[in-house]
């Protein structure tokens, strides 16, 4: 706390901000955030994706399929002999449809797409019913890593797309 020695002998109210419980309160986060984050990254880890109940989805032709997966761990691509699964330690695989894509690709394809679409609706009537703008589908595999599907979500943003959604493996509802 801070005395004022001020001239003039008349008691003047202090402006000063008090910023030790501010300081208080950063402390305490820090350290909560400090216990936290280990224990949420060890949780990560043993990422799956699930296997729940879905709707069937009202597709359009315009929807965006993308397929994420990675290389095995000896770096053999999928399609190619020898291929033994996805590898949490392998590089990313992105595919367009069928097409195999890098994120500039992916950008790119996806913005000229989504363009093409705004140029033969109008940007009027995208606005006035949002239903008639596409979504983008994503199907990951199980093993590929999280930096692939979100760079992937990046990428396609950033394209303008902004709908993303998951294909998961449905459960049977009469099993």
């Known amino acids: 706390m801070a005395i004022s020695a001020g001239s003039g002998g008349g008691e003047t109210p202090m ?5 030790t419980p501010l300081v208080d309160v950063m402390l305490v986060l820090l350290i ?37 997966t990675s ?8 399609g190619e002999p020898g291929y033994s699964g996805a590898s949490r330690n392998g590089e990313c695989r992105v ?19 989504l363009d093409a679409i705004v140029q ?7 606005v006035d019913d949002p239903d008639k703008i596409p979504q983008v589908h994503i199907r990951g ?7 692939c599907v979100a760079g992937t979500i990046y990428q396609i943003q950033m394209a303008g797309f902004p709908t993303v959604g ?10």
């Open 95 to 113: 595919y367009l449809g069928a097409t195999p894509v890098d994120s500039e690709l992916l950008n790119k394809r996806a913005f000229d797409r």
């Open 166 to 175: 998951f294909i998961s493996t449905p459960v049977d509802p009469n099993a």
């Open 32 to 68: 909560i955030f400090l216990i936290a984050i280990p224990v949420a990254i060890q949780s990560i880890e043993q990422l799956k994706m699930p296997v729940i109940v879905s709707e069937e989805s009202k597709d359009k032709v315009e929807n965006l399929l993308v397929s994420i």
């Open 15 to 19: 402006s000063d901000i008090n910023t």
């Open 120 to 126: 033969r609706e109008g940007m009027d009537a995208l």
């Open 71 to 78: 290389t095995d761990a000896n770096g053999v691509s999928p």
């Open 141 to 147: 595999d199980v093993n590929a890593p999280w930096k």
